[in-house]
T-cell receptor, first 117, second 109 residues
Framework: GAVVSQHPSRVICKSGTSVKIECRSL??????MFWYRQFPKQSLMLMAT?????????EQGVEKDKFLINHASLTLSTLTVTSAHPEDSSFYIC?????????????FGPGTRLTVL | DAKTTQPTSMDCAEGRAANLPCNHS???????VYWYRQIHSQGPQYIIH???NNETNEMASLIITEDRKSSTLILPHATLRDTAVYYC??????????FGSGTKLNVKP
């Protein structure tokens, strides 16, 4: 299957700082990327959908000014958590979907664990 | 968007078949059923998907009932490495995955 990477794999930051997480599709062009958040012992919650070159679509209840998403190329999307607070500590996972031949299958990255002190 | 219902957890003996059920009674005619699994602290891994017909690949088989209101994922010979949370997802509007709570499969020696 296709490979999606995330960087960093884990990050610890101080409250009030901003953190950027990168999501890359390594061997295919991802027309659509998705960002999820997962709290301990819970399921994945879809945060937003981004299409290359356009603004992200956020799910209800997700603050677009706090979670900035950029999908500037067909292989890279970034999620920036602005002014992070301890309650933003979570496991952030991206997925990517190609334009052809993937039957709408999403390929998931390995996740980024964010800890805000 | 179609919701899915899965048992919270299941046990399976190593080497035996694991049958994981999923109810999706509100599924629409053109919505696919996908199965993913998540091993602890990793990203979800694709297993299989289907629309109407039963499907099989190197990992598993997917049995979808004729009315499409439920499905069963079958791992034919479960190993300890199959211990994971298994998610049954209905693809909404050909676009988004909304994950349910999944089934924690415990494969025991």
């Amino acid at each position: 299957g296709a490979v999606v990477s995330q960087h960093p794999s884990r990050v610890i930051c101080k409250s009030g700082t901003s953190v950027k997480i990168e999501c890359r599709s390594l061997d295919f062009q991802a027309t659509t990327m998705f960002w999820y958040r997962q709290f301990p012992k819970q399921s994945l919650m879809l945060m937003a959908t981004s299409n290359e070159g356009s603004k992200a679509t956020y799910e209800q209840g997700v603050e677009k000014d706090k979670f900035l998403i950029n999908h500037a190329s067909l292989t890279l999307s970034t999620l920036t958590v602005t002014s992070a607070h301890p309650e933003d500590s979570s496991f952030y996972i991206c997925s990517a979907r190609g334009s052809q031949g993937f039957n709408n299958e999403q390929f998931f990255g390995p996740g980024t664990r964010l800890t805000v002190l | 968007d179609a919701k899915t219902t899965q048992p919270t957890s299941m046990d399976c003996a190593e080497g035996r078949a694991a049958n994981l059920p999923c109810n999706h009674s509100t599924i629409s005619g053109n919505e696919y059923v996908y199965w993913y699994r998540q091993i602890h602290s990793q990203g979800p891994q694709y297993i299989i998907h289907g629309l109407k017909n039963n499907e099989t690949n190197e990992m598993a088989s997917l049995i979808i009932t004729e009315d499409r209101k439920s499905s069963t994922l079958i791992l034919p010979h479960a190993t300890l490495r199959d211990t994971a949370v298994y998610y049954c997802i209905v693809l909404y509007n050909f676009n988004k995955f909304y994950f349910g709570s999944g089934t924690k499969l415990n494969v025991k020696p």
